[in-house]
């Protein structure tokens, strides 16, 4: 199937919102997709880190676009009538303007970073909240970020032009070039004069402040570079109006102003870690007298005793704490604690009199519930398979127990 290469409306003025063209295929893939072919088209395909554009034809919702061999498809969500030639475009403008000033500014934030720090922007991601760049450079500080977004921001000011052009090999070597161009035919470069020359597929505004304020928002290590999350325009309007709407929450739940939430924030925190720590010693109490009243209710054995509870569900650690209060009360204790809930865990200690070794109990419990866990002599856990009951687990744990101690 031969068809010719489609003409890109969007290269000739990315400002078009609607246009007629002439469908010239259709057809239904092996996933049961619909595209169409047309001789011109408004819509960008996916593609240099910029997703497709949406919007109709006709009444048709455009899904998805892609460009295969210079002809551009469109996806859409049900076939067109057979019989139609031409047919009304109408783009999603909000979508693509929003991709315009996302794409733009990272062009205007990796010639900053070229410029200021000789970091050369390796990969580029448009996403659906916010942009990344992952930057050739080791470090990066938050005095160097601020005075390159302070630097992005001055060009955006200063509203300068942004040209595209399709150039030859030979023009190519007239410009300072950011990077090298991926293709050898039908170059494009974009271009803001005196500032950032770029090879460039993707779709701009025609000056650099219709591109708005461009905002940091962190950065990370990875692989080696330095991965840079960013917004652009509209969505940093947004982003910034939602953090002062937040602001303005927080500050009145706190009975405070803007200034004064630092201060705020310090003080619950101290209160915080004050009732944490009386929390944790009424805990410590209440565990204490539970070890008490458990070893009471202890089962002798020869030159032992056992001291064995079920809960219905209860924190591990807890139980950890409340078997090592009452063995230190009874070095000659063996204690056995199972809990339920999410998980059937069990807990087994013992004093440093009771001669027996607990990670050797634990390890002859496991392969009974199909569970698993570890330890050491003196203190183990472990979990079960859901399948087996508190009773069923603590039933084998004393049999265990018993044969251990009749070796």
Known sequence: MLISAT?????????????????????????????????QTIFYPTGGGQPHDTGYIGQQKVLDVEEREGVIWHQIDSPLVSDVKQIQMRMDWERRLDHMQQHAGQHILSAAFAEEYRAITISFHLGQETCTI???MKELTDEMAKEVEAYANQIVLENRDITARFVNEEELEKYPLRKKPTVEEDIRLVIIPDFDYNPCGGTHPNRTGEVGPILILQWEKHKGHIRLE???????????????????????????????????????????????????????????????????????????M?????????????LQKLAQLITNQATNAIVLLLTGGTKQQFVCACGKEAHIEMNTWVKRILPRVEGKGGGNILIAQGGAASTYSLEQIHTYAREELHALLEK
Do not use: M
């Open 7 to 39: 003409t890109k409306l969007y290269y000739q003025n990315p400002y078009w919102r609607e246009c007629t063209a002439t469908v010239l295929h259709q057809v239904t893939d092996e996933f049961q997709k619909n595209w169409v072919a047309f001789d």
């Open 134 to 136: 992952d930057l050739d």
């Open 230 to 304: 960013f917004t652009v325009g509209k969505r940093t309007v947004e982003r910034i109006h939602s953090k002062h709407a937040l602001l303005r929450q927080v500050s009145r739940l706190l009975q405070t102003n803007e200034a004064g939430l630092q201060e705020a924030v310090l003080r619950l925190q101290a209160e915080q870690s004050a009732i944490a720590n009386e929390l944790l010693q009424v805990k410590e109490e209440l565990l204490s007298y539970e070890s008490v009243e458990l070893l009471r209710k202890a089962e002798p054995l020869p030159d032992r």
């Open 306 to 318: 056992f001291i064995t509870q079920l809960y219905e569900e209860r924190p591990l650690p807890e």
